[in-house]
């Protein structure tokens, strides 16, 4: 499998100097030149992580076993009509959301006399190319645009470091992002967890399936310590264990506004659920809370539910999909009984929680 690494953000951040320049010696045509070399560079290191992105796909697709993924979910090739229709409205688009699922672009603006209740727009099939991704770091700046939802869109690294760029800028209005199955990974989810220390209004973010180990893991939560706005955070089928639990731990006690936290389908265990334990004795805002579909097994459970009945807040804690005996089952259905808690797991506790009408899932 090929291993990327790329130093991401310089052209944008060089770009930014020239702007910032230019406006203080508006006539200085060394700076012009300087913005327009950086723009240059830019747009040829974007195809060429294009073409490394396409390649390492199908790398990872063959090690694996599976069906090597649509050519089009990498950065379409240059001249591609359907990327260069999308990339047109995303450049012109002045609404408060946009949405590309797969192949599907979907616009919403926002309401305004000719239109009351809004309108929505959509386009397929939609790709990205090259320039759509600086359309999009446009975007993410204004204060206006309030949502952001990409998946199966092989953005990697360099997209996210476009991303992010925008949206921690100060006045960017961005408040929800979701970027599923964009092949982020470590080095990508390092430059979200800038954009939530840097004072962003983000209260939403979806990372799943991205890919992201330990060191993401890590770098994520260095970010949320930083960060006093962000109520939802889903980091579900990703590549993580108990390495750097005890940070994201640590940031989710401390925390005082996020209210859902989805860390199902990850390689965490025992030591990871005693991470999360200690979280709890100290949050107080947290509501929902998934391990669904980990390696839990029946200890951590014990340690977890010890701390979670008669938490000031916690109201649905998922562990789905776990392995137990009956006679834990058993024991966990009688330690939860008659609390509030919503505790998914055993069978009966799932048709009890039906019947009153309770909370399902974390996410």
């Known amino acids: ?6 130093v991401t953000g310089e052209f944008n951040e060089a770009i930014a100097d020239c702007d910032a320049a230019r406006r203080i010696e508006p006539g200085d045509k060394a700076i012009a030149a300087l913005k327009a ?18 390649i390492a796909a199908n790398e990872d697709a063959e090690a694996e076993g599976r069906e090597a993924p649509h050519p089009r979910h990498a950065i379409a090739p240059r001249g591609d009509l359907h990327a260069t229709r ?3 409205r995303i450049e012109t688009f002045g609404g408060v959301s946009a949405e590309l699922i797969d192949d599907t672009l979907t616009l919403v603006h926002a309401p305004c006399r000719a239109s009351p209740e809004g309108r929505v727009e959509v386009l397929r099939p939609a790709y990205l190319d090259h320039r759509a991704l600086f359309c999009i770091e446009e975007a993410t700046k204004r204060s206006g645009f309030e949502a952001l939802s990409l998946r199966g869109a092989i953005l990697g690294d360099w997209g996210a470091a476009f991303i992010a760029r925008g949206a921690r800028l100060e006045g960017a209005g961005l408040e929800r992002l979701s970027l599923i199955e964009c092949r982020l990974r470590d080095e990508g989810a390092r430059s979200i967890g800038t954009l939530l220390a840097r004072g962003s209004k983000l209260y939403e973010i979806d990372l799943s399936g991205n890919r992201i180990g330990d060191e993401g893991l890590g770098a994520l939560a260095e970010g949320l310590a930083a960060n006093e706005h962000l109520q939802v955070l889903c980091l579900s089928r990703n590549r993580f264990g108990n390495k750097r639990m005890g940070p994201i731990g640590r940031a989710v006690g401390a925390h005082t506004a996020l209210r859902a936290l989805d860390l199902s389908h990850n390689a965490v265990s025992f030591a990871g659920a005693c991470h999360v334990a200690e979280a709890l004795k100290t949050s107080t805002s947290l509501q929902r809370l998934s391990l669904a579909s980990t ?6 459970l014990y340690r977890l539910a010890h701390v979670a009945i008669g938490h000031p807040s916690l109201a649905t804690l998922d562990v789905r999909g776990i392995g137990l005996r009956r006679a834990d089952r058993r024991k966990l259905e009688s330690r939860t009984r008659y609390s509030r808690l919503a505790f998914l797991g055993a069978l009966s506790l799932l048709a009890r929680a039906c019947a009153n009408g309770s909370p399902l899932s974390c996410a």
Do not use: H, P
Request: aromatic share 6%; hydrophobic share 45%.
């Open 86 to 88: 999308a990339t047109m």
């Open 295 to 300: 390696k839990l097994r029946a200890d951590g």
């Open 1 to 6: 499998m090929r291993v990327l690494t790329r």
């Open 37 to 54: 070399k950086a723009e240059e560079e830019r747009v040829s290191a974007t195809w060429a992580f294009s073409i490394d992105m396409k």
